[in-house]
């Protein structure tokens, strides 16, 4: 039986505007099973970003609670969040967020940096073992301006997965893309959850990327619309194979 890595129940998170209160989370309550692929959609205002930040102990509810990992979040000091973070959770972000001028292998490192279980070379090893994983260890020297989009986002993916998380979030992590990489993006994705058992939790407003996850939670007002399992799960690699090759592309639009 699958175990809960994400617990929340009647969540709510309120913002003081001047005089007005404003209810970005409004009664949430669900749960993330181990090995899950969610994504999280609604419009503006929605309340999903909100929920990410929460999902990822960036910041914490008015009232309710949310348990990671059996943890409750709600009862931990900055720093005991800080180090929660560090060790359940990955990021990958819609601007990759990449030092300039650090090369892939060191931005993968990252994470590590601020855990003294691991040398130097251990850090090394664990890196080129993600960067392998994202299928990108012939670049593991270069820089983020020597990378493509799609490279880079991978090179954030390899870092999100650096310290082994339970739950990896992303947020628009297609946002920045053109649709060939958007849906590499999303067989690595799923080949994350599928193969390597990753739980992962994928903010997007693109209906046509929730296609790929297996269940889709829908916000509105703070609330959730809609919980529903993915019946007709998309296959990112076998739409990739039907599109025309990157060569047609720059043939056609010369």
Known sequence: ???????????????????????????????????????????????????????GCLEKPTQGQYLLDGTDVSKLS??????????????????????????????????????????????????????????????????????????QQRVAIARALINDPVMILADEATGNLDSRTSYEIMELIQELNDVHGKTIVFVTHEPDIALFSKRTITLKDGKILKDAINTNIGNAKAVLEKLPAPEEFSTTTA
């Open 1 to 55: 039986m699958d175990s809960v890595i994400v617990d929340i129940k009647n969540l709510k998170r309120e913002f003081k505007i001047g005089e007005e209160t404003v209810k970005a989370l409004n009664d949430v309550s669900f749960t993330i099973k181990t090995g899950e692929f969610i994504t999280i959609m609604g419009s503006s205002g929605s309340g999903k970003t909100t929920l990410l930040n929460i999902l």
């Open 78 to 151: 900055k720093n005991e969040l800080a180090r929660l973070r560090n060790k359940k959770l990955g990021f990958v972000f819609q601007s990759y967020n990449l030092l300039a001028r650090t090369s892939a292998i060191e931005n993968v490192e990252l994470p590590l940096l601020y855990n003294n279980e691991f040398s130097a070379s251990e850090r090394k090893e664990k890196a080129i073992k993600a960067l392998e994983a994202v299928k990108l260890k012939d670049r593991m020297y270069h820089l983020p301006s020597q990378l493509s989009g799609g490279q």
